[in-house]
Structures are given as structure tokens and as C-alpha cells.
């Protein structure tokens, strides 16, 4: 029974190889191009509010806001006002990944003792060289986690993609669900969670090899 099961999966997946192919390439690109952005807006934004703080809550609230839509329908709500395509997909990807990108920006910088910010200012820093010196790599670990976090949540929201005409591995998911053929709806679903996987092993090597060593662990 299992044999046969693992073989009408890899004969499907066989068959399916170009379209998982495209969908994956798809997938990847609006995946991309969405963290890059999100990065892009949530980093200088989160070091706006760590310098006033009285803003952070507003910010970061608007965020949060964007965060608690059903995804399904703020992809439908963007198709009035833009139409369908990849720039829908990127623009509501986008939304969802700023949330944890900017809150966790902001409280590794807001959290960094402020003796070492203190110190640095005895030594005549500037505030330039006391955020690109102390703040931002003593809250790397911090802004690190949080972009993992953004982009496992966006290769996962992606697979949406599909209903805006932007494509990508939704595209299988959808045509399985739609044929109730549940080894397409795996051919998609499989490579989407690999690609989440393989994008947080990417960050977390790249986390290690940026974090200031008196903050690695033992």
C-alpha cells in the first residue's frame, strides 16, 4: 500500500517536474523580492521608533493590524485597486512580512545596555557610529530572528499567490485541490515548505557568521 502511494507521488511529481519547476522559480522571486522590501522598510523604520519611542507603538500597531487580516483577503482586497499579478502578490507579501521585522528591530535596539551606549559616548562616538558600531550588531541576533521569521511566514503566504495570477507553487495546490488529486496538492505544498526550510537555514548560517563573537554561544 505504501509503495504504491510513494510511487503514484514520485510518478506525479515526474510528470509534474516543468510545472514545479516554473512554480518553484515563481515562488522563489515573489518570496524574494517581498523580504527584500519588507527589509528595505521595516530596518530604517525600526530605528526611527528606537529613537522615539513614543511613536513605536503606533508603528508597530499599523503593523499588527496588517497582520491580523485573513491573507486570502487582503489579496482580494488589493485586486480592485491593482489588479491581478505579480506586483498584488509582492505588495501584499510585503505587508505580512514587516510586522516581525520591525518589532523585533526595534526592541534588539531599544534593548541594548545602555553602559555599552554610554561608554561609546565617552569614547566620543558619534550617533552614527554608536548605532552602526553598538547598536546594530549587538541587536543583529534580534533583527536576524526577526527576518527569519518574515520570510517563513511569506514563503508559506505565497503559495496565495495563485489567486491573483502571480503563480507559483500555489498554482499546483490549487489545481490538486481543485481535481481532488491530493499528490498534486503535495507536489506544491512539498517544495514550498523545502524552499521555507532552506531560506531559514540560509539566515541562520549567515546570523552566525555576523553576530559579534562575544554574543555567540558557547
Do not use: C
Amino acid at each position: 500500500m505504501l509503495g504504491s502511494v510513494l510511487t503514484t507521488f514520485f510518478n506525479t511529481m515526474t510528470d509534474r517536474s516543468s510545472d514545479i519547476i516554473q512554480g518553484l522559480w515563481e515562488h522563489l522571486f515573489l518570496s524574494f523580492v517581498a523580504i527584500f522590501i519588507a527589509i528595505l522598510i521595516s530596518l530604517p523604520l525600526g530605528i526611527y521608533i528606537s529613537r522615539k519611542q513614543k511613536s513605536a507603538e503606533f508603528f508597530i500597531g499599523i503593523t499588527a493590524v496588517f497582520q491580523t487580516i485573513p491573507s486570502l483577503a487582503l489579496f482580494g482586497f488589493l485586486v480592485p485597486l491593482l489588479g491581478t499579478g505579480g506586483a498584488t502578490a509582492i505588495i501584499a507579501l510585503t505587508v505580512y512580512a514587516l510586522l516581525p521585522i520591525l518589532r523585533n528591530t526595534y526592541t534588539g535596539i531599544v534593548g541594548v545596555d545602555q553602559a555599552v551606549i554610554e561608554a561609546g559616548k565617552g569614547m566620543g562616538m558619534t550617533n552614527r557610529q554608536l548605532l552602526f558600531k553598538i547598536e546594530l550588531p549587538l541587536s543583529l541576533p534580534f533583527i536576524m530572528a526577526g527576518i527569519r521569521t518574515a520570510t517563513v511566514l511569506t514563503v508559506g503566504v505565497a503559495t496565495l499567490a495563485t489567486f491573483v495570477g502571480a503563480g507559483g507553487l500555489g498554482d499546483l495546490i490549487y489545481r490538486g485541490l481543485s481535481s481532488w488529486n491530493n499528490y498534486l496538492v503535495l507536489a506544491g505544498a512539498i517544495p514550498a515548505a523545502l524552499l521555507a526550510l532552506f531560506f531559514d537555514f540560509l539566515l541562520k548560517i549567515l546570523e552566525k557568521i555576523t553576530t559579534p563573537k562575544g554574543l555567540k554561544a558557547k
